[in-house]
């Protein structure tokens, strides 16, 4: 494919991605939390309780910055904090009902802003289904990258 028609495709994919991103942050702006904050938390929601370093690499940023953002969470009541029993030198983060409870209202935002957008579309069926198709396609190429 000629180089100008990929750049734009992948221009499109990014403008999509960042305006449902959008849409869902639109709901954060009630809650005391930062954009970054709240990427921790979907972190521990999507994936389960991380150790700081995970979150740090997760998030591309460092421990101290990362660590900062804990306490800040922690603070509200967002995550917990749980020293390992064999090794107190390790600390596990892990989602609160509270924070479950963020990440669940930006979702509930994204879909009916999906929801919205589908109503407009010709056929939705058909492009989830190209969409699913290209999501697999992503990671199988994720995946042959990383071998």
């Known amino acids: 494919?000629?180089?100008?028609?990929?750049?734009?495709?992948?221009?499109?994919?990014?403008?999509?991605?960042?305006?449902?991103?959008?849409?869902?942050?639109?709901?954060?702006?009630?809650?005391?939390i930062s954009p970054a904050q709240f990427d921790l938390l979907q972190i521990l929601f999507f994936r389960g309780p991380k150790r700081v370093t995970d979150l740090s690499m997760a998030l591309g940023i460092t421990k101290s910055t990362t660590t900062g953002l804990i306490n800040r969470l922690e603070e509200s009541k967002y995550l917990q904090k749980t020293k390992d029993e064999k090794d107190k030198r390790v600390t596990t983060i892990k989602i609160t009902k509270k924070g479950e409870n963020v990440i669940q209202e930006v979702i509930k935002a994204r879909v009916e802003f999906m929801n919205d957008v589908l109503s407009k579309v010709e056929n939705p069926e058909k492009l989830m289904e190209e969409l699913e198709n290209l999501d697999n396609i992503i990671n199988e190429v994720r995946k042959n990258e990383n071998k």
């Not at 180089?3 to 809650?31: A, H, Q, T, W, Y």
């Open 1 to 32: 494919m000629e180089k100008k028609r990929l750049e734009n495709f992948e221009k499109i994919i990014r403008d999509i991605c960042f305006k449902i991103k959008v849409e869902g942050r639109k709901i954060i702006k009630n809650i005391d």
